[in-house]
């Protein structure tokens, strides 16, 4: 007597259905406008930046240390990058508010990781754009502010200075990505989030040291990347950053699962 055929049992990875939309958020948003227009723009003002200080320098022998350039770039690059960086974060998944029932209702992912899968993606998109364009324009600068008698940029304090930032947008696109989970449109979730933005800034302005305030952080961006920074705030800086990003991420999870889609 023949025996049976043996019985192929098939497993299911749940990670699969966050894989899957962790990747498509990605290939999708490197090829969005928003994410093309926002590398070209920083490219272009960096660029443009340094040949002017480079031409001042050159002919008007105005010189400026490679750590000074460097913060006043840093500069640009945030504040520059900022608004693009909202549309990315608050259209995460206000954009696909069409389309959200369908994957959720048909696909077989929950909403925790139809969230948790965009979160991440934007958080990756963002931060490592971020930092690849910052060491890039921090290598140009060293090269095209090199002096023997001041050569003062830090490979330490590059590294902190990129990662200071770069945990400061993170909390940015947590937000972000959290006030478009919960509005009903990309419009209003950018509107309410600029708000929360200037409010929170405008408020930390006012607060005395040591209680950071983003103009001053921005301005001691020179003195980091000579090295000269304090372990205690640094560490103080990403702890925050973890607890609020932390923050964003449970908040987003808990209205988005309780929201009709």
């Not at 002919?59 to 006043?72: I, N, P, R, T, Y």
């Not at 419009?187 to 006012?206: A, D, E, Q, R």
């Amino acid at each position: 007597m023949d025996a049976s055929p043996p019985v192929v049992t098939v497993r299911f990875n749940r990670l699969l259905p966050y894989w899957a939309v962790f990747q498509t958020d990605l290939r999708l948003t490197a090829r969005s406008w928003v994410y093309r227009l926002w590398v070209l723009m920083t490219v272009l003002a960096a660029a443009g930046l340094l040949l002017y200080r480079v031409g001042l320098h050159k002919e008007a022998g105005l010189f400026q240390s490679a750590a000074a350039q460097s913060g006043d770039l840093f500069r640009l690059m945030v504040v520059g990058s900022l608004a693009l960086i909202v549309v990315l974060a608050v259209s995460a998944i206000s954009a696909e508010r069409g389309t959200v029932a369908d994957s959720v209702l048909s696909r077989g992912i929950s909403r925790y990781q139809y969230f948790l899968a965009k979160w991440h993606a934007r958080l990756v998109v963002v931060t490592v754009t971020f930092a690849v364009l910052a060491f890039v324009m921090l290598l140009a600068s060293y090269f095209l502010f090199k002096d023997d008698s001041q050569t003062d940029l830090s490979l330490t304090g590059g590294l902190v200075a990129v990662c200071a930032v770069c945990a400061v947008l993170a909390v940015i696109v947590s937000w972000g990505v959290t006030i478009g989970a919960l509005s009903n449109g990309t419009v209003l979730g950018i509107t309410v989030f600029w708000l929360v933005l200037y409010g929170s800034g405008f408020l930390l302005s006012l607060l005395p040291e040591p209680w950071p305030s983003p103009e001053r952080q921005l301005s001691r961006l020179k003195f980091v990347l000579q090295g000269q920074y304090n372990p205690a705030v640094l560490t103080q800086l990403l702890v925050g950053c973890g607890i609020l990003s932390a923050a964003a991420a449970v908040v987003g999870l808990v209205g988005f699962s309780k929201r009709d889609v």
